[in-house]
């Protein structure tokens, strides 16, 4: 069974930091590893997936790495801004979509 | 990506009644999938409705409790049955393609 694990579970950083935000799951036979963005009572959006074929992903400030044999993926963010603030879920795509806790983000001005 | 709408965006119910939740994707797809987001919890996965078979739940959920129907390639409903405040959730459909899993906006279920 698929266990995802999400560290931070929260992180509280000043605006233009750097963030690192990091996703570990168990098995590491999966398809791909997806990124998204979870508003507060919203739905999620997509940010970034990364085939297993695949070592990274870039769009715009985002960064996403994918190592499949230590069972990681780590989603940097640049320059951070107000507008970060959100929860951000990994999930890890088998036979089925296996979500990690979260790292709930706050970028303050 | 495929573009899923989702309604409704939330209600709020009475115990013991049932809301149905529905999802009408842009083009056809194969799978369909349903999550219930516990508040301050992650994404848990209720069941995958396939067109023209009945759908697979996940385990901890049963079919009296969460019935879905899936008539066609483009369209599901999830009904949340006999409801207690413990259902109260956001409840989230989503479909796979190739460029991975898009999500609908969500409903927000508030049982009282």
């Known amino acids: 069974k698929q266990e995802v694990t999400q560290i931070p579970a929260a992180l509280s950083v000043p605006e233009g930091e750097n963030l690192v935000l990091n996703c570990s799951f168990t098995?590491?036979?999966?398809?791909?590893l997806q990124w998204f963005r979870q508003d507060p009572g919203k739905g999620l959006t997509s940010l970034l997936l990364?085939?297993?074929?695949?070592r990274e992903q870039t769009s715009g400030r985002l960064n996403a790495s994918l190592d499949k044999s230590s069972g990681r993926s780590t989603l940097y963010i640049a320059a951070s801004q107000p507008g970060d603030s959100a929860t951000y879920l990994c999930?890890?795509?088998?036979?089925?979509?296996?979500f990690g806790g979260g790292t709930r983000v706050l970028v303050k001005p | 990506s495929a573009v899923i709408s989702q309604k409704p965006s939330r209600d709020i119910c009475q115990r013991g009644t049932s809301l149905t939740i529905q999802c009408q994707v842009d083009?056809?797809?194969?799978?369909m999938f349903w999550y219930r987001q516990q508040p301050g919890q992650s994404l848990t996965l209720i069941a995958t409705?396939?067109?023209?078979?009945?759908?697979?739940?996940e385990s901890g959920f049963v079919i009296d409790k969460f019935p879905i129907s899936r008539p066609n390639l483009t369209f599901s409903t999830l009904t949340v049955s006999n409801m207690s405040p413990e259902d109260s959730s956001i409840y989230l459909c989503?479909?796979?393609?190739?460029?991975?899993?898009?999500f609908g906006s969500g409903t927000r279920l508030t049982v009282v």
């Open positions: 990364i085939q297993s074929s695949q």
């Open positions: 409705a396939n067109q023209g078979s009945e759908a697979t739940y």
């Open positions: 989503s479909v796979f393609e190739g460029d991975g899993y898009t």
């Open positions: 083009s056809q797809v194969t799978m």
């Open positions: 098995d590491s036979a999966i398809y791909n």
């Open positions: 999930g890890a795509a088998g036979n089925k979509l296996t």
